[in-house]
């Protein structure tokens, strides 16, 4: 694995091109989704890709926040229906809820498993909600939040205490189940746990160091 810089443009481009071909080329695409404001480039350009039919690509999200109506301007799912749901019609889009959290993998599996999983990374080494810790073989669960994930993501609430402590998680068996991973991170505050993932020791405290082991998966970092 190896880190590819380049510009945001460029890596949103380059991304989303490649999930376009595959979805061209191939029927029944699933895709892997993430939130967070890393992904919102790759969002934008898909949204324009209105000669592709997308009818038939299912999506699953990575995770969401517990406790927190899916209308609610802070949930992933109005983030999605935001930046793409509300552009682009797939089949079908999934988010781990608590109706669902149980069977998420299964469903997964159910679909063919996913052939693109598009991954941001935590400044603390997390790849979804997995955060430090998470075992490898972890499925989709429910997890307590870090102190740390809830600074960071306290930027998008008013107060920190209106951040979600707990979130559903897509686990890393199924992240690393994946046929291919895109890894982007973007910014100087993540540079260092991106090397630090990508070149350092294999560890459940930087559970996006198991990407190591995975065998394509595409790392990008923009300043
Ligand atoms: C969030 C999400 C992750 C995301 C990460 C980075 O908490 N759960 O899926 O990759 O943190 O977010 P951002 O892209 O905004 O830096």
Known sequence: MRIRSNTYEKVCH?????????VKHQSHV???LATGSTPIGIYEKLSKMKNTNFGDTITFNLDEYVGIDKHHDQSYQYFMNKHLFSNLNFRKHYFPTEENWNEYDLMIKNSGGI??????????????FNEPGSNRYSSTRIVDLTENTIKDNSRFF????????KAYTMGL???????????VAVGKHKKEILEEAVHGNITEDIPASFLQEHPNCEVYYSE
């Open 158 to 165: 008013d107060n920190i205490e209106d951040v979600p402590t």
């Open 30 to 32: 699933v895709l892997g």
């Open 115 to 128: 052939d693109i999983q598009i991954l941001g990374i935590g400044t603390n080494g997390h790849i979804a």
């Open 14 to 22: 380059l991304i989303a091109s490649n999930i376009r071909d595959k």
């Open 173 to 183: 068996s199924s992240i690393m189940g994946a046929e291919k991973i895109y890894l």
